[in-house]
């Protein structure tokens, strides 16, 4: 049984926390958050302790492994506690704000030998994983060209307004767009060149459209952006053109995962493991890849393995890719990557 403690108890931590109360082998044991409020109402519906500091649940020896589901700025103070304590942690995306705090928290968790995964949950999301399986194998031919988008409204919903900070996000180039961007390096590893625009509020990239160009002659398009009003549904969608069909997604579809071949199509079920539940509040309704994403983590805890399907290093070039696009945006110009 790993024993959990999460600290954060926003949009995030009750989602999370969600995860757990299904996942095999897991038991949340505590919730820390210094909104009182907000732990009290996950540790009722969980059965969990609440906790009004971080730091007294990292103390608590019960607890095996944290749960970092706190505002970016504040990833790299908690995971560097979190390994001090000897806990093995799972902290959300992006890894960091920048690089030398990303390798800060690497350091830091090498040296103190605990398991450490940054949750960049789209490489477990059921249609991003069949997408990267028919990739993979070849099914649909080579790919030729490949599109992203991730589209929402303004995230005026996280404690203090952090999100719209850039100094404390990064904005959505780092918080939303870095979920497209990682996929990206999953699935192709990193691209030769990359020319990026976009919109800039308050010193922060609001939406960024992104062309990655590959050795193979592979384009890679993606767009992210919460520049939308509040009543814009959440959106994410890719369109891949392969050799011999295509792969689309798109959330606002009634049918939203379709594989065209010639002649027909396809609309197959994915994800139908996942518990079904509907008070995530957030914008995504479902468990989705978050409840893959958790079991994984829990898995490679029980197994005392290191999760490789995302690595701390991994991570971190996931977030010095966006940070080439940023430098491309600033510029105006197309930066050489590899």
């Known amino acids: 049984m790993v024993k959990v403690g999460i600290i954060g108890a926003g949009f995030m931590g009750t989602m999370h926390s969600q995860c757990y109360s299904f996942v095999p082998g897991a038991k949340l044991i505590g919730i820390a958050d210094i909104r009182e ?19 007294k649940l990292l103390k608590n020896p019960e607890v095996d492994a944290v749960d970092i589901c706190l505002p970016t700025f504040m990833h790299k103070e908690w995971v560097i506690k979190a390994a001090d304590a000897g806990k093995d942690i799972l902290c959300e995306k992006p890894i960091a704000l920048n690089l030398s705090q990303a390798d800060e928290m690497i350091e830091a968790t090498r040296k103190a030998k605990v398991r450490f995964m940054v949750a960049q949950v789209i490489r477990f999301w059921p249609e991003y994983i069949k997408l990267k399986e028919i990739f993979d194998k ?5 790919l030729l060209s490949l599109s992203f988008s991730r589209l929402s409204p303004t995230p005026t919903w996280g404690w203090k307004d952090w999100l719209t900070d850039p100094e404390k996000s990064g904005s959505a180039l780092i918080d939303l767009h870095i979920h497209d961007t990682d996929y990206i390096l999953y699935l192709l590893g990193k691209p030769s060149s990359i020319f990026s625009s976009g919109t800039k509020v308050k010193g922060g990239y609001t939406h960024i459209f992104s062309t990655f160009k590959y050795p193979d002659g592979v384009t890679i398009f993606a767009q992210g952006g919460w520049d939308f009003i509040n009543n814009f549904p959440f959106t994410m969608a890719f369109t891949a ?16 995962f379709a594989i065209y071949k010639e002649g027909k199509v396809d609309y197959p079920l994915l994800g139908e493991d996942i518990p079904r539940v509907t008070d995530t509040s957030g914008n995504i309704s479902e468990l989705g890849g978050y409840y893959n994403e958790i079991k994984y983590f829990v ?23 966006v940070l080439k696009e940023m430098e491309s945006a600033d510029k105006g110009g197309k930066i050489c990557v590899s």
């Open 37 to 55: 409020e907000k732990t009290k109402e996950l540790a009722k519906k969980f059965n969990c302790l609440t906790y009004d500091d971080a730091e």
């Open 138 to 142: 070849k099914e649909l031919g080579k």
């Open 241 to 256: 053109l392969f050799e011999k069909g295509v792969v689309q997604f798109n959330t606002r579809y009634e049918k939203p």
């Open 299 to 321: 898995e490679c805890v029980q197994e005392k393995k290191k999760p490789d399907i995302v690595t701390p290093e991994v991570a971190r070039d996931s977030l010095s890719l």
